[in-house]
Nanobody, 117 residues
Framework: QVQLVESGGGLVQPGGSLRLSCAAS????????MGWYRQAPGKQRELVAA???????NYADSVKGRFTISRDNAKNTVYLQINSLKPEDTAVYYC???????????WGQGTQVIVSS
């Protein structure tokens, strides 16, 4: 079992920045791919950024250049740096750990991001 706990969400003005954190209950990054997803009201959950166990990253087109995923292996924590926030970034942001082509998948409880003036 893996527990994931997100933090760092909040209310921010357009153009602002946030750093979201996802703390894992144990050291998993060498074997798990990690992803940040978001779900806006009335919309499906979508992948915004991911990092493989080997450290390769990928991003949704809508966030490229503004979002950066990174991890600190010593702290068992994955981060999502979000810059130049837009109102359309408003959503609940979730962290996911996955390995074995989805055979093992764990989600965090989510952290709310609201972008509004």
């Amino acid at each position: 079992q893996v527990q994931l706990v997100e933090s760092g969400g909040g209310l921010v003005q357009p153009g602002g920045s946030l750093r979201l954190s996802c703390a894992a209950s144990r050291s998993i990054f060498s074997i798990y791919a990690m992803g940040w997803y978001r779900q806006a009201p009335g919309k499906q959950r979508e992948l915004v950024a991911a990092i493989t166990s080997g450290g390769r990253t990928n991003y949704a087109d809508s966030v490229k250049g503004r979002f950066t995923i990174s991890r600190d292996n010593a702290k068992n924590t994955v981060y999502l740096q979000i810059n130049s926030l837009k109102p359309e970034d408003t959503a609940v942001y979730y962290c996911k750990a996955e390995r074995g082509s989805g055979l093992y998948t764990y989600w965090g409880q989510g952290t709310q991001v609201i972008v509004s003036s």
